[in-house]
């Protein structure tokens, strides 16, 4: 008799990843992952991953592990080499000046490291951050080379001068880094304890990419390579577009990460904004716009199309700062263009409409609603009244001249295109230039003989940009899925237009530009239970995506009405017509490239065709994209935006982050189109352009929501960035295996999302997956010599209904046991590391308030786990758990061997629910053993928020206030020079002062080793009277640092609370004061003040004004040594 069993994870997997021969002789499969023993038998219960050492400062140590990371993971290294510390000696006279002057030299010392740290075998993508003692260093500070482990890669040429040119190691297989020189004063003199974030995929997608689109488009200097400064506070400035610590600039930072990531990148479209007013085609202006009005000391000034802050339209407000942020300035674009060709990458110009109409606008709006939509698609900006309502401007004469005022006025549509396609010329070309985006709305408008002006002023805008930018750039249109095959006016009429036709035959067109954001599912959440009509398996089901491309809604079927979609009542697509179905169908891409074009008017297909010919451009996928949440395959196009009313959740979405999802549904694409599903020369697969990269980088953005007010909305969006290189629990147990020496496995049934995993030491595949398996219940199912993983939630899709049991004498058909509640936990506790809070452990834990029990079981993984990922597993754990308790032991015929652990069975005639087979005994009958389980996901209600922090200061800047004053003697022993320095800055940082009398030959003159208290006057200062206390007068001053206090009058007689206030003519006053009251933040009130001292009585007489310079008198003022005489004060 045989015997097949669902055992304790421990031991089956402890088979199954021995010698497959041994299982084969014992039994006939197994099947493993489940929890329940241990929760049943034991009071507590611990679950412990693969753990890697992060807490040590490296060292070198002999036959010490190289580590294998999987995805995203936060490790420490080993010291593989090193130098002695490098000495820096500075030596500084002080004293006297003269020969009899006795001077004392001081000798500072600095030390540094050179040293290399292995990280993990190759090949590692790149490290993102760096840690030394906790805190994330600047890595524009120091000197710092990756090597990613490749067989190729050549020795680090320090090592190899250190060592000896061919003698040398590469380390050939293993990732590193190389620190040059680092700086050891802040870390005590000692290496610190060094930790990195490196990134390395396993799964294809990253491969698979060849071109993307680069957002966010509205960023006024974000596309800057070098960095751009605007003054923020006394003192201080701040940095727009560097909010990293990995590079100078948000842009170098993240391209760099994007090409690490992708190394099959070859083309970037370059997405820059204006902002349309009204979704009426006739009042709508295209404006370049500006965060703000005004910024002080801005480092590079903003200009678009030769217009300043001051002529660029402010964008609205919401919630108290700018809806979006400002147009790209021209400058920042020619340096990212400059930049992404210096990368090797193609460039496509992106020119894109975004609509800056926000709630509360009171427009008309064209389709009849009380206003226009908040910040709406650009998709419907159309004649007014629209297509369809009262006295519709469609088919009108009226309708013409709606659509040429919108491209031709001053501030039209032609002019930011055209400035657009100056702006690639003056870049030295792109290789590519998108004349428009979605503009639905605009093509589809009639005139009043059935033409379609938009379209014609396209093929005409076309052709200018062809004549500004040459023949070398590829022009397309970037059409709405819905839109780039044509009309179907839904009036009744059956007409037929394909409206788009003689732009896409046009000379100056070189391909069809499709936005495609056509859905590749239907899936909810019953049909876990009650199965899906299209065959998915699951919402990420990549094999159901693969024939949904061409195939599914928008091929054979379509839902006519919400109230279907929600009934699944499905219409089929058709022509009754001509038989011509691809007509009809927005996803037949095959049927409408090889085939002439015939308009259909009242029901009668015309003679002539249209101007397309057969084959005759390609496709360009000119955006690809879909959500990172759940059902995101149901309506990819949706995203959210609590300003925008577009916002939208997909169809039937329980509204969870699943970053697989998404990866499943790029990788479906770019295996049909480049794999050679489609037909030879249709769509380009080097212009599949994924939607989207951000060049504010991860994870800055989108934590930083200080800066960026979007960040919230990347959680579900369509971004890549903090996704790519991340992994997949499916790639994530095929890479185990692979790398573990398995070849026989299928982990195709198997869902979830783990962003990143470590291995350590040395150990078998068992102790690396079983924690895993266990904490997302997949099953391990031995199949002949096959390993299939299954998700325990799909296992429902495939239920057996058992209607014939074996009939043993003195035995029951069926039976049925239930454990205690109190036999079972009662919580469950998971812990993992958190991405958002720099790979913290976190724990989330889950507890059943109806059982009086005390048992808890613990998930301690090891695993990289986004914080709603691991609620939503531990969640389903403790579902499990409980109805675990619940079996039932049955016997069918012998020869009924379709049944396998792991799958699903129902009883007929016997107990209700669904029962996972866990055990099977073959002999004279097959003797089931299963137990009930939880089929579907659980779905958390609300949504878990992105964690939020700062910017790590890597967006201040250095912009001190420097005062230099023309003071008199007034202390014993003061020098003979008068001149006087002080400085604040925020962050202070110590500053040095060297003179020199030309543009060489500096010599140092002052240390400035503490702020001062610089400020201004509030209020005037008028003239007054030197000699005694003024005791009605006061002034008041505005101090950004500091603070004042009050002082007797005998104080402020023996020199207490000076300050110096810049008079009218630039002479300075000496003053003081005897009392102080703070008003207001950082605003002081100043009286019973002492005036004109130490000889100031000329500049008292000519008072100052508001905003005067005030200084509070500190030893933070410093003499640097300049008398009349000097070369350097004549």
């Given at each position: ?17 021995g ?55 936060r ?192 083309s ?11 979704m ?66 193609k ?104 033409a ?13 940009v ?60 019953e ?38 979609r ?55 996928l ?14 990819p ?21 699943a ?59 369509h971004w890549?960035n ?28 198997v ?24 904490a ?15 998700s ?32 079972f ?51 389903a ?10 079996t ?37 009958v ?103 206390f ?6 008041e ?37 005897a ?10 009130r ?45």
């Open positions: 008799m045989a015997t097949l069993v669902l055992q304790a994870a421990g031991a089956a997997l402890g088979s199954i990843f010698p497959v021969g041994a299982i084969i002789g014992r039994a006939a499969g197994a099947l493993a992952g489940s929890a329940v023993d241990g929760a049943l038998f034991s009071s507590s219960k611990t679950v412990s991953g693969a753990r890697l050492s992060t807490a040590r400062i490296p060292g070198a140590e002999e036959g010490a592990a190289i580590a294998r990371a999987y995805g995203t993971v490790i420490g290294g080993t010291l593989i080499w090193a130098t002695r510390f490098e000495e820096s000696v500075t030596r500084e006279r002080q004293g006297g000046k003269s020969s009899s002057s006795s001077s004392t030299t001081v000798e500072t010392f600095q030390y540094f490291a050179n040293l290399a740290v292995g990280l993990c075998e190759g090949e590692a993508a790149m490290v993102r951050r760096v840690w030394a003692d906790g805190q994330e260093l600047d890595l524009t500070g120091i000197e710092m080379r990756f090597y990613p482990g490749s067989e190729t890669q050549l020795p680090d040429p320090l090592i190899e001068a250190r060592q000896g040119a061919g003698i040398a190691p590469a380390y050939r297989g293993l990732s590193y880094v190389v620190f040059e020189r680092l700086p050891l004063d802040g870390f005590g003199n000692r290496i610190p304890l060094l930790q990195f974030e490196v990134v390395r995929p396993i799964g294809k997608l990253e491969g698979q990419m060849r071109a993307v689109t680069v957002i966010p488009g509205a960023t006024e200097h974000g596309y800057a390579t070098v960095a751009v400064s605007e003054r923020s506070g006394a003192g201080e400035s701040r940095v727009m577009n560097r909010n990293t610590l990995a590079a100078a600039t948000d842009w170098q930072a993240s391209i760099d990460e994007l090409q690490a990531l992708c190394p099959n990148l070859e970037v479209a370059l997405v820059v904004t204006w902002f349309g007013t009204d009426r085609a006739g009042e709508c202006r295209i404006l370049p716009g500006v965060e703000v009005g005004f910024r002080d000391r801005e480092s590079a000034t903003w200009s678009v199309a030769d217009m300043g802050r001051g002529q660029a339209r402010l964008v609205s407000q919401r919630d108290g700062g700018p809806a979006y942020g400002g147009t790209p300035s021209d400058t920042s674009v020619l340096q990212a263009i400059a930049d992404l060709k210096a990368r090797g990458l460039v496509c110009l992106y020119p894109f409409v975004m609509m800056d109409v926000p709630a509360g606008n009171a427009l008309p709006d064209p389709y009849g609603k009380v206003e226009q939509d908040a910040y709406g698609w650009r998709g419907n900006i159309t004649c007014h009244p629209a297509a369809g309502q009262s006295g519709s401007a469609d088919r009108t004469v009226t309708g013409r001249a709606q659509i040429s005022t919108f491209c031709n006025r001053a501030d039209g549509y032609r002019r930011m295109v055209l400035h657009y396609a100056a702006l690639a010329k003056q870049a030295g070309g792109v290789d590519a230039f998108l004349i428009g985006s979605e503009l639905r709305g605009l093509t589809r408008v009639r005139d009043q003989a059935n379609f002006p938009f379209v014609e002023e396209l093929v005409r805008l076309a052709g200018d062809r004549a500004v930018v040459g023949a070398a750039t590829k022009l397309t249109y970037a059409a709405d899925w819905s839109e780039y095959f044509g009309y179907h006016p839904a009036d009744g009429s059956g007409d037929v237009f394909f409206n788009l036709d003689a732009l896409w035959a046009s000379q100056h067109i070189d391909a069809v530009g499709i936005d495609n954001y056509m859905p590749l599912s239907d899936w909810r959440d049909d876990v239970l009650e199965g899906n009509p299209d065959g998915f398996e699951g919402a990420d089901d990549a094999a159901g995506f693969g024939r949904s491309i061409e195939g599914g809604e928008g091929f054979d079927w379509y839902y006519a009405s919400e109230a279907d929600e009934g699944r009542k499905r219409s089929a697509i058709y022509d009754g017509l001509k038989g011509k179905h691809w007509v009809y169908r927005n996803k037949d891409l095959a049927g409408w490239w090889q085939n002439r074009h015939y308009d259909r008017v009242g029901g009668v297909e015309r003679a002539a065709p249209s101007t397309w010919v057969p084959g005759m451009k390609p496709f360009w000119t955006e690809l994209g879909c959500p990172a949440i759940d059902k995101g395959a149901n309506r196009n949706t995203f959210i935006d609590p300003k925008s009313s577009e916002s939208a959740y997909p169809h039937f979405s329980s509204r969870m982050r970053d697989s999802q998404q990866r499943r549904f790029l990788e479906a694409h770019h295996d049909h189109w480049a794999g050679g599903s489609a037909l030879q020369g249709m769509v380009d697969p080097a212009r599949v352009f994924v939607w989207t990269w951000d060049a504010r980088p991860y994870p800055a953005f989108p934590q930083n929501t200080a800066t960026w007010s979007d960040g919230a909305n990347w959680r579900t969006g890549l903090g996704r790519l290189g991340a992994t997949t629990l499916a790639d994530l147990i095929a890479a185990v295996l692979t790398e573990h020496g398995f070849a026989d496995f299928d982990v195709s049934a869902t979830g999302d783990v962003a990143g995993y470590a291995q350590g030491d040395v150990t078998a595949a068992r102790s690396l997956l079983e924690p895993l398996l266990e997302f219940q997949v099953d391990v199912i031995e199949d002949g010599a096959m390993l299939r993983f299954v325990r939630g799909k296992a429902a899709t495939k239920t057996t209904m058992v209607s014939a049991f074996a009939d043993i004498e003195d035995s029951a058909l069926w039976s049925e046991a239930r454990g205690h509640e109190s036999d936990a009662a919580e469950a506790v998971l812990t993992a590391y958190n991405p958002a809070l720099d790979y913290e452990q976190a724990s989330v834990r889950s507890r059943r308030i109806d059982n009086a029990g005390n048992r808890v079981v613990r998930y301690d993984l090891g695993a990289v786990l986004a914080q709603e990922t691991a609620q939503n597993a531990v969640e754990l403790l579902r499990d758990n409980r109805l675990a308790r619940r039932v032991r049955f016997s069918i015929a012998p020869n009924e061997i379709a049944l396998d652990p792991g799958d699903c069975v129902e009883l007929e005639g016997g107990p209700t629910g669904r029962f996972l087979v866990s055990r099977i005994e073959d002999g004279d097959r003797r089931i053993e299963a137990r009930e389980f939880a089929p579907s996901a659980i779905a958390l209600s609300g949504e878990t928020e992105t964690p939020r922090t700062g910017s790590g200061g890597a967006s201040s800047g250095f912009d001190p206030d420097i005062v230099l004053m023309d003071l008199p003697r007034y202390e014993a022993g003061d020098a003979p020079g008068f001149a006087r320095i002080a400085a604040f800055a925020k962050p202070w940082r110590r500053m040095a002062l060297s003179v020199s009398a030309g543009t060489e030959g500096y010599e140092a003159r002052a240390l400035l080793d503490q702020p001062a208290k610089i400020g201004a006057l509030a209020s005037a200062l008028p003239m007054g009277f030197a000699g005694r003024n005791v009605s007068g006061a002034i001053i505005t101090l950004p640092y500091g603070d004042l206090a009050s002082a007797t009058d005998l104080a402020v007689l023996n020199g207490a609370n000076r300050i110096a206030v810049r008079c009218v003519g630039g002479a300075w006053e000496i003053a003081a004061f009392k102080s009251e703070e008003v207001a933040a950082n605003r002081w100043l009286s019973r003040l002492l005036r004109g001292l130490v000889g100031t009585e000329d500049a008292m007489a000519a008072g100052a004004i508001v905003g005067a310079e005030v200084g509070c008198w500190t030893r933070a003022w410093c003499r640097w040594g300049c008398a009349p005489t000097s070369a350097v004060c004549s």
